[in-house]
């Protein structure tokens, strides 16, 4: 079983940054991928970044060039760094860990983009 909780959100303007933060803990071994997800108010959960087990990292278009998705294994914590912020870049987001056999989600963190 692995626990994930997020931290970071918050509200900040339009062109300014946040950093998001997923303390992960339990059973982390071999082979997996962990993520950032969000949901904004009337719409489906989407995908914004990936980092695999071996450091690979993936992107969604509309976040491509503005957010860096990173880990550090020694805090067992994986980071999403969002620059210049938009306000469709509001939602709850969401950390997950995914594994075969094995998935985890955390409680989800909010972040509005709004002067």
């Known amino acids: 079983q692995v626990q994930l909780v997020e931290s970071g959100g918050g509200l900040v303007q339009p062109g300014g940054s946040l950093r998001l933060s997923c303390a992960v803990s339990?059973?982390?071994?071999?082979?997996?991928?962990m993520g950032w997800y969000r949901q904004a108010p009337g719409k489906q959960r989407e995908l914004v970044a990936l980092i695999s087990s071996v450091g690979g990292t993936n992107y969604a278009d509309s976040v491509r060039d503005r957010f860096t998705i990173s880990r550090d294994n020694a805090k067992n914590t994986v980071y999403l760094q969002m620059n210049t912020l938009k306000p469709e870049d509001t939602a709850v987001y969401y950390c997950?860990?995914?594994?075969?056999?094995?998935?985890?989600w955390g409680q989800g963190t909010q972040v509005t983009v709004s002067s």
């Open positions: 997950n860990f995914n594994r075969i056999g094995a998935t985890s």
């Open positions: 339990g059973s982390i071994f071999g082979v997996y991928v």
